[in-house]
């Protein structure tokens, strides 16, 4: 069973456009939420992280909005373009070292 | 640095066959973890390591077997492969003090017949 729940398996959007991928978890003991990107054949790799007493961060096209009451966390591709085409997976750790994994989003900017 | 290496890159095994998969990294991280990763279930943690002699098990550690002899190497054996085993791993290691931020290899993808 996973402690993390991502949302949706799959979107597609126009070059240009909003990307939103949402995750939920349950475990109040999690004290860190990072986005990782995985391109095909590749590991993943960290691209963005918050800590709870957070509420937003942001770094160039890519935001993290945290919501600590409704355990829910999510990320925004601002102007998503082709080079973000990749599957994001959102976790959640605890102990420091531990990450819990979501099941990922495919992600499809088309040009 | 060539970060965190694996091999091999792709194995196919016959049910009942051991072997082992190889890491290493050269940026003298303490912290070395093992993840399989399957098709709507997102990385899932096999074992762990927080320095050299230490290991410990993750969520998934059934049928695999780790060592940390040395900071460099996290070796992920598999005792005796099953078909369930099919997945592509991957193996990580963190800073000890900003731990989250773990850097993957490139994955192994095996194949259990």
């Known amino acids: 069973q996973q402690q993390v729940k991502q949302s949706p398996q799959s979107l597609i959007v126009q070059k240009g456009g909003i990307s939103i991928i949402n995750c939920a978890y349950e475990?109040?003991?999690?004290?860190?939420f990072p986005w990782y990107q995985q391109f095909p054949g590749k590991g993943p790799a960290l691209l963005i992280a918050?800590?709870?007493?957070?509420s937003e961060k942001k770094e160039g096209r890519f935001t993290i909005s945290f919501n600590k009451s409704a355990k829910q966390f999510s990320l925004h591709i601002m102007d998503s373009q082709p080079g973000d085409s990749a599957t994001y997976f959102c976790a959640a750790s605890y102990d420091d070292y531990k990450l819990s994994f979501g099941a990922g989003t495919t992600v499809t900017v088309r040009a | 640095n060539a970060g965190v290496t694996q091999t091999p890159k792709f194995q196919v095994l016959k049910t009942g066959q051991s072997m082992t998969l190889q890491c290493a990294q050269d940026m003298n991280h303490e912290y070395m973890s093992w993840y399989r990763q399957d098709p709507g279930m997102g990385l899932r943690l096999i074992h762990y390591s927080v320095g050299a002699g230490i290991t410990d098990q993750g969520e998934v550690p059934n049928g695999y077997n780790v060592s940390r002899s040395t900071t460099e190497d996290f070796p992920l054996r598999l005792l005796s492969a099953a078909p369930s085993q099919t997945s592509v791993y991957f193996c990580a290691s963190s800073y000890s003090e900003i731990a989250v931020e773990q850097y993957f290899g490139p994955g192994t993808r095996l194949t259990v017949t």
């Open positions: 918050i800590r709870p007493d957070v």
């Open positions: 475990n109040t003991a999690f004290d860190y």
